[in-house]
């Protein structure tokens, strides 16, 4: 039963909070070399020191994932520190639009999607030729049941996970021969910074843990676990699944 991550070189995009922070500690926890990558340099640093503080190895890189040349440089700049990179998360999203998804502008549309399913494919598109020149490597999107179901207020949200999901199934395809196994996580309801306008809305929050067969909301670190299976060589056979972690909600009738 092998969940040995010592030394792995780890990737995680939006990792300065969240899920993505809960992420980087348990990685740093269970041996691997962590890249923090985030937007703002204080929250990057943030999570670095924390790791480093309980012993672990970590890289601060401030990054704009829809950015092209600055996933690049993010990418060479973990292959200079590190020499290789074995796992990358995608993890960073945004969604500044909260209602039906026809009230939406353009702008709010191309920016939902440019963080979301453009930045994942860029750092997909990076990474890629790097595993397989080492024999192999681990892909994880972190999607959104909002991207199996959809979600009333989430439409541009649930379009773009929904891409993720067929991106993360299409490369599984593509990068298997090369030893590259591509998996999502799907994330319910979670108590983040990220997702507060819902948590934080009393009536929101009832509805969600009432159609929730454990009756509670998601925190981040329930979404740890999956990742590091994933991640891991025990998961070795498992390529193109989308792991749902969202309490039973989803069997239960939901709440779309």
Known sequence: MDFDLADQVVIITGGSRGIGRAMA?????????????????????????????????????????????????????????????????????TNPHFGPILTATASLWDKILE???????????????????????????????????????LGIYGVSKAGLIMLTKVLAVELGPSKIRVNAIAPGVIKTHFSRALWETEAIAQTVQAATPLGRLGEPEDIVGSALYLASPISSYVNGEVLLIDGGMSISGGIG
């Open 25 to 93: 500690l348990a990685f740093a926890d269970a041996g691997a070399k962590v890249v923090v990558a985030s937007r703002k340099q204080e929250g990057v640093d943030a999570v670095a020191a924390e790791i480093e503080s309980h012993g672990g190895t970590a890289l601060a890189v401030t990054t704009h994932v829809g950015q092209e040349e600055a996933v690049s440089a993010l990418v060479e700049r973990v292959v200079e520190v590190f020499g290789r990179v074995d796992v990358a998360i995608n993890n960073a999203a």
């Open 115 to 153: 963080v979301n399913l453009r930045g994942a494919f860029f750092l997909c598109q990076q990474v890629a030729p790097i595993m397989e020149k080492q024999g192999g490597g681990v892909i994880i999107n972190v999607a959104s049941t909002a991207g199996i179901r959809p979600s009333i207020g």
